[in-house]
């Protein structure tokens, strides 16, 4: 079981706009060829800041689609959210270190996936229970909006690179080990 964190980030390593818009990512088309099939097989629990939380209410739910994830969600946030009929999905707030064990039990032996945003994956590395970075970076520059991972990560060894692969000639996907303190 591992905590990890899976998303895609511009070359210039923002992850949304500055109005946390993802549609920047979208143009690339599906992710079937991408490495998200093989990935989520193996996640039985997801992490969601609430920006990332009503990005995908406004462009899964309210646009018709259903709830992509069959695995419970708890969704970190100090705001009250619309919640989605027939989907579990738990709102939290404080600190996540009892949120995180509460994961991990439902995960039962799969993985814990921090979703997004920057900001959440930094806490949960702040927290000392993040221990992998998986990020494809996309051959688009943003300019500015919210980044990667907002925290200064300079201890030699506490990133170390595991892999480089290239996915389907457009995405470089780095796979990071956290080195837990």
Known sequence: MTTQFYGAS?????????????????????????SYPAFIRDVGALAMGSHT???MLKHAIDAGQPWPYQQPAWVFTSRTLRSVAGVDVRFVHGDMRPVHQAMVQAA???????????ELVGQFHDAGLLDELI??????????????????ITKPGALRLQSVATLGGIFAELRYAVQRP
């Open 10 to 34: 511009s070359l210039d390593g923002f992850i949304a706009t500055p109005d946390h818009d993802l549609s920047w990512l979208l143009q690339f088309g599906d992710i079937e060829g991408s």
């Open 135 to 152: 990020v494809q970076v996309a051959p688009v520059t943003l300019g500015a909006g919210a980044p990667l991972l907002p925290r200064r």
């Open 53 to 55: 939380y009503e990005w």
């Open 108 to 118: 039962a032996g799969r993985n814990v996936w921090v979703v997004g945003g920057g």
